[in-house]
């Protein structure tokens, strides 16, 4: 139903009605299929498209340190096959666990397909549970919403059910499991469903990134995340892994950059911030923003259920941090039970309590910088506080971090190393002669 048959349907009646349907006469209703590349009408009134093609119709997404779900086309629909399944993954290197995903992966695989394409999707269940699978955002029949008991019987161990529709708009969107709904998410259950337009209104981005975050309790020395966690979460992560795990996002310089971001965190709202850029957000769960509507920033809070789109050039060459910036959301398997040392003279404490606790060491007196650069012994399969070596020195970040790279004349979008920062463009330390002339003495 368009924006203008709803106020009609509605019954709107006086100037406020009036006045919102002038507002929107011209304005296109952004889940209102576009008919352009229409091949055939249907008798039943349902429009035809033929399957859309990567590259001939849409320019498919990329999703770092994950995959796009591949499909086949049989009699015009579009087919696509999920497994819900036990995975062994890695967030990062020193940290794998024992989670729930789809096809091997944690998140599952991104689903991409174009407007007006006829999906059938096959969820197959290997799990020890009864599963089904949400199509969040995504216009369906209401018993292919894949709520289970509601919506349709789950599936039990062993089955594998299918779902059937035919995409209506366009936008990004996710999937997640709704059976068991807690455990599940909280073990990986989920993935990205980006639905390109028929007709796109502007031009195709060059590089359409797509990033999901979310949050794991994985308690340090186990290696299965805690589903009944509420509030003291202590792995973050972009597309299932943690910085230093996470890859970098590569542009060219110029190029027409789209983030997707979505969030399928168990609790935890994300506000997603970009170094060096103001970005636009184009859409909000999945519905294109008229352009005067378009905010630009350079952070956006990304809710639990909720995605955002964002834009920009990349016209801005270096090595960008990308970052939730809760300070904890940057740290790897960090607890908040630890003393606050900070400023506490903690010499000779070692030696003392050393007595007591074998290998016993106070932290944190000037801060906690270089404690993942220490290379503290850990227990086995945990990263408390890892980052990772950079160009002029230890990142102290983790977590949901990640780096935009963007480099002027790139051959591939291979990871390009770090940034040679131009002369005269890097932090340095002053001189005596600098001070002397500026700060005096
Ligand atoms: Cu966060």
Redesign the pocket.
């Known amino acids: 139903m368009t924006r203008r048959n709803f106020f009609a349907k509605a019954g709107v009646t006086g100037l406020a009605g009036l006045l919102a349907q002038s507002a929107t006469a011209d304005e296109p209703d952004p889940h209102q299929m576009s008919t352009n590349g229409r091949d055939t009408n249907q008798a039943d009134g349902t429009q035809q498209f033929s399957p859309g093609e990567p590259g001939r119709d849409y320019t498919p997404v990329i999703t770092p340190n994950g995959t796009t779900l591949p499909y086949k086309v049989i009699d015009g629909v579009k087919v696509f096959h999920l497994i819900a399944e036990e995975v062994d993954h890695e967030f990062a290197p020193g940290l794998r666990a024992q989670c729930w995903g789809f096809n091997g992966q944690v998140h599952g695989p991104t689903i991409e397909a174009v407007e007006g394409d006829k999906l059938r999707i096959y969820v197959t269940n290997k799990l020890p549970e009864s599963t089904s699978v949400h199509w969040h955002g995504v216009l369906v029949p209401n018993g292919m919403d894949g709520v289970g008991g509601l919506n349709q019987k789950p599936i039990e161990p062993g089955e594998t059910y299918k779902y059937e529709f035919q995409l209506r708009q366009h936008g990004t969107y996710m999937y997640h499991s709704h059976t068991d709904d807690m455990t599940q998410i909280a073990l990986g259950m989920m993935g990205m469903f980006i639905i390109h337009p028929r007709q796109p209104a502007g031009p195709r981005p060059h590089r359409d990134f797509v990033l999901m975050?979310s949050?794991w309790r994985i308690d340090v020395g186990t290696s299965r995340p805690v589903p009944t966690e509420m509030t003291d979460f202590n792995v973050?992560t972009f597309n299932g892994r943690a910085f230093p795990g996470t890859a970098p996002l590569v542009a060219k310089t110029g190029d027409r950059v789209k983030i997707r971001f979505g969030n399928l965190?168990p609790m935890?709202?994300?506000?997603?911030h970009l170094h060096g850029y103001y970005w636009k957000v184009v859409e909000m769960d999945g519905s294109p923003l008229p352009e005067t509507a378009q905010q630009l920033g350079n952070t956006v809070l990304v809710a639990v259920g909720q995605t955002r789109t964002v834009e920009f050039i990349a016209d801005n060459p270096g090595d960008w941090a990308m970052h939730?910036?809760?300070t904890h959301?940057t740290m790897n398997q960090m607890g908040h039970n630890a003393a606050n040392l900070i400023g506490v003279r903690t010499r000779g404490l070692d030696k003392k309590v050393g007595k007591f606790l074998q290998g016993y060491m106070p932290m944190g007196e000037s801060g906690m910088a270089g404690m993942g650069e220490m290379g503290m012994p850990a227990p086995r399969n945990s990263i408390p506080m890892l980052g990772a070596p950079g160009k002029h020195g230890y990142i102290d970040m983790g977590g949901?971090f990640t780096v935009l790279k963007v480099r002027d004349n790139l051959t591939t979008y291979e990871d390009p190393g770090w940034y040679e920062n131009p002369t005269g463009t890097l932090a340095s330390l002053a001189s005596q002669e600098d001070m002397q002339r500026d700060l005096g003495g």
């Open positions: 975050s949050e973050l965190s935890e709202h994300h506000p997603i939730c910036h809760m959301h949901m």
